[in-house]
């Protein structure tokens, strides 16, 4: 294994790296980020110091799970801490390469922080594993036919590639990774190549020589870049790879998958809201439900997965307009709020601004600018509506809009709440992962399943050592 080349330096944001314990700092390589095209500079990575070999037992082995999150906890409250300069000067360098406001920047890390609470960290351990002493120990089973054996959840060694849309979501990864107690290498997005760092460097402070911080390590390459994925991207070094991201993200780890190589994927998902005929009950209540659909559509200003796209309302045309003019107004006063007011893209914005001439088929609310636009249709539109813009879907009744549910359905919001179990069962069938009522697609149940799986029962290298049958 080599380092890769360097390439030429030019004025950039630094965007150092942290390898096993040290902070890595250089701009021997200048990068883009997605979505800006803003350049940033990193060290050059060694690949060498990037892995740890599997000849060294893992770090945070023999560490108790309670000491773990003793640790996790002291760095939340160092997180939190005004006085923090490593989030600080973190949220000043992301401000030049992430799309969304440093207000929504600085609030995503702090709400992420809270993550980091004793009782949250404790209950994510027991909902993911029936016994958690197998994090510890190995745990003693005896089956029916006396053959005894012991079961560990061993350490594994996991790659994450991290998503460019939520910068908080570096905390909670980093929190799960220790937790399992992993040897890690975190790939950071060109969006945000720098909160894995703080976190990390926030740790160090705490305690230098902690095994969690010789356990972690976290760099940038470019997606996709064959000279560092060919090498690193083998059985040989990892077990597995954590990936979030977008199609191209995905598909690009998949060609790398293999026998020993396996692929635990938190891949692209569209969340939508069904609002039943209930609404129209009243003008307070087409309010209220235009606020809580308004509220699902602008998680993270709808750069979040559970963030809805389509509303699926229950109603006939005049009665989908109503709810349409309404909810364009919610999303309009939360963009002005946020004060993220970008664009749409020259594609969408096309494809809308046509979509306003069709009036017999279409009804659109708001403008192509980013302060928020609501489409009415009768069917989904065949685009996939981002930047604050929701399709409104006029249903005859609410079983129609079952049969446009598929395994790419995260979150369905739902209104009015007390029908929500008649159609669990239908919507779970057609692939959706998670029925919340509507207005609450951002917050979770502590400790539930993620993506339609306990992610931290799946990171860990499930070890068995069979032991013969017992002696009468």
């Known amino acids: 294994m080599t380092a890769i080349d360097a390439e030429p330096t030019a004025p950039a944001v630094s965007a150092p790296f942290f390898l096993r314990g040290e902070l890595v700092e250089g701009q021997d390589v200048v990068q883009r980020s997605r979505d800006l095209g803003i350049a940033f500079a990193t060290p050059r990575l060694d690949l060498d110091r990037a892995v740890h070999p599997r000849s060294e037992v893992p770090p945070l082995l023999d560490v108790p799970v309670t000491e773990i999150i003793d640790f996790l906890v002291e760095t939340g409250r160092r997180l939190r801490d005004p006085g923090n300069t490593f989030v600080t000067d973190c949220i000043d360098r992301m401000c030049a390469t992430h799309v969304l406001p440093r207000a929504m920047l600085e609030a995503q890390v702090e709400d992420a922080a809270g993550y980091l609470d004793r009782r949250v960290l404790e209950t994510v351990v027991e909902q993911n594993f029936p016994d958690p002493r197998a994090l510890d120990e190995w ?5 029916f036919t006396g053959r005894k054996s012991f079961v560990r959840a061993f350490a ?77 991207y083998r059985p040989q070094y990892f077990d597995k790879i954590v990936a979030w991201g977008g199609g191209d993200a995905i598909n690009n780890v998949v060609k790398y998958l293999g026998p020993g190589f396996q692929l635990i994927s938190f891949d692209p998902k569209t969340s939508i809201s069904m609002v039943g005929r209930e609404a129209f009950a009243s003008e307070e209540t087409l309010d209220d439900a235009a606020e809580l659909a308004a509220s699902d559509v602008m998680v993270l200003n709808q750069d979040a997965c559970v963030a809805s796209r389509f509303v699926y309302v229950e109603a006939d ?38 979509l306003a001439m069709l009036d017999d088929e279409f009804g659109v609310w708001g403008r192509a600018d980013g302060k928020g636009v609501v489409i009415r249709s009768d069917e989904p539109v065949d685009f996939h509506p981002v930047n604050k813009t929701a399709n409104v879907v006029r249903v005859d009744a609410l079983d129609d809009a079952v049969k446009y549910v598929n395994v790419a359905t995260q979150t369905v919001g739902f209104y009015p709440f007390d029908r929500m179990s008649a159609y669990r069962d239908r919507l779970a069938a057609g692939g959706a992962q998670r029925i919340v009522r509507l207005g609450e697609a951002g917050p979770s149940t502590i400790g539930n399943p993620h993506d339609a799986m306990y992610p931290l029962h799946r990171f860990v290298h499930w070890m068995a050592h069979e032991d013969g049958v017992a002696q009468p």
């Open 139 to 143: 745990v003693p089973k005896q089956d």
């Open 156 to 232: 594994p060694r996991l790659i994450h590639v991290l998503p460019g849309n939520a910068p908080g979501v570096a905390v909670r990864c980093i929190a799960q990774a220790a937790l399992v107690k992993a040897v890690n290498l975190f790939k950071m997005s060109s969006s945000d190549p720098f909160t894995p760092v703080a976190i990390l460097r926030t740790m160090a402070d705490i305690d230098p020589g902690h095994a969690v911080v010789k356990s972690m390590s976290a760099v940038y390459w470019r997606g996709g870049d064959d000279a560092v994925e060919r090498v690193l």
């Open 317 to 354: 045309e005049a009665d989908a307009d109503r709810f349409s003019e309404r909810l364009q107004a919610r999303i309009a006063e939360k963009a002005a709020a946020s004060g993220d007011i970008r664009p749409l893209d020259r594609e969408m914005r096309e494809q809308i601004d046509t």
